[in-house]
């Protein structure tokens, strides 16, 4: 199938703005799913709300848009109802980790059978740049005017510590690693959590005087580095891309489905 | 293997919000906008069929169509 097949292409032109990274997100995905040779009526797409929430509108799947925050709760109530469907999450930054984080801790610790893929832009884009769990120290916003004073949380190790069985990472500029990455997470049985740096050049870039989406494009092949390169260890400031961690432990469904076993059997 | 050979650069005109990605990441510089800010095909003969244009839209509003020779 062709990539637009897999779209809603009455909605298009999409609301984002220009040279949002979220589209890239939403290119880059479309292609793993063609990859994998996956049906639209094999695919669940759950999202909360946010610029990066909307992918679920543009999306010819199974869809969710659900509340700011939830949409991992949701997409756990579908998983468990339909083990056999594949249930991809996008999330923003703000969704996944400030009002969704404990959703998102115990969704990993779990690990139930979930593709939840963190847009990270590092600010609320949809509600006018406030700053989010994941901006960091020193970066303007227009709830800190002055720059924030909060540390950022790095998705790669807190998904790692609360359990996450598939965690990797890459950026709008590595479209092509977007796609892999997707693909390897899609098939991993378990909770998968893939970052993805993206850029809104209209509140963090302009706020941040990072320039046009170009720049901001540009910036990401800078900043970043595959994992455990030559260039992470002269310049350890660097952020690593690639796959932190990738095992097998027991699935959330195929526990709960030896409960219901155990249940039905009387002991 | 055969390499790639250009057929077409298909652009969705309305679809296309001039963000310059494509332009400014075509490793031969065979992109442009025009006037209007939209992406037009200038330098089609340079064409490596690379498709960076295309995995990086985020408005999927190009698109290029290859054939092997
Ligand atoms: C319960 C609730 N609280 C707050 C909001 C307002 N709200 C909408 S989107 C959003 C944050 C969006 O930021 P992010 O999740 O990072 O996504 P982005 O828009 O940057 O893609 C907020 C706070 C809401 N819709 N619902
Ligand atoms: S505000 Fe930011 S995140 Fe939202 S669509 Fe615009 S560029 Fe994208
Ligand atoms: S396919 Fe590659 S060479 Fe051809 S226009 Fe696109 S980016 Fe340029
Ligand atoms: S990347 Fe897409 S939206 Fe941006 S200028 Fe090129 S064709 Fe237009």
Redesign the interface.
């Known amino acids: 199938m062709a990539?637009?097949d897999y779209?809603r292409e009455r909605f298009?032109?999409?609301m984002?703005?220009?040279?949002?990274?979220?589209?890239?997100v939403?290119?880059?995905m479309?292609?793993a799913i063609d990859a994998l040779g996956l049906s639209k009526n094999e695919i669940v797409m759950v999202s909360g709300i946010g610029c990066s929430s909307r992918i679920s509108g543009y999306v010819d799947f199974h869809s969710l848009h659900t509340l700011h925050g939830r949409a991992l709760a949701f997409a756990t109530g579908v998983k468990l109802s339909r083990p056999e469907l594949n249930v991809i999450v996008p999330m923003g930054d703000g969704d996944a980790l400030a009002i969704g984080g404990n959703h998102f801790i115990h969704a990993a610790r779990r690990n139930i059978d979930l593709t939840a893929v963190v847009m990270n832009n590092r600010i609320y884009g949809m509600t006018g740049g406030q700053y989010s769990p994941l901006s960091g120290q020193g970066i303007l916003a227009t709830t800190a005017p002055y720059s924030n004073i909060d540390s950022d949380f790095d998705v790669v190790d807190l998904a790692s510590a609360a359990g996450a069985t598939f965690v990797a990472r890459t950026t709008?500029?590595h479209?092509?690693q977007i796609t892999d990455l997707l693909k390897a997470a899609i098939l991993h049985e378990g909770f998968s959590v893939v970052e993805v740096m993206s850029q809104c050049p209209t509140y963090f870039g302009r706020k941040n005087r990072l320039g046009?989406?170009?720049d901001m494009?540009?910036r990401f092949k800078k900043i970043t580095t595959p994992i455990g390169s030559k260039a992470k260890r002269e310049h350890p400031e660097l952020i690593e891309r690639g796959i932190f961690v990738q095992k097998e432990t027991t699935e959330y469904c195929s526990a709960y489905d030896d409960v219901i076993e155990k249940a039905m059997k009387g002991n | 293997m055969a390499k790639p050979k250009l057929k077409a650069h298909h652009i969705?005109r309305?679809?296309c919000?001039?963000?310059?990605?494509c332009v400014?990441?075509c490793p031969t510089n065979v992109l442009e906008l025009d006037s209007e800010d939209k992406v037009t095909v200038a330098r089609a003969q340079d064409c490596i069929c690379c498709l960076q244009c295309e995995?990086?839209?985020?408005?999927?509003?190009i698109e290029v169509e290859t054939q092997t020779e």
């Open positions: 990539v637009k779209i298009f032109p999409h984002w703005c220009p040279g949002c990274g979220h589209g890239i939403l290119n880059s479309l292609r709008t500029y479209a092509r046009s989406a170009v494009v540009e | 969705i309305e679809w919000k001039g963000c310059g990605i400014h990441f995995l990086r839209c985020p408005d999927l509003a």
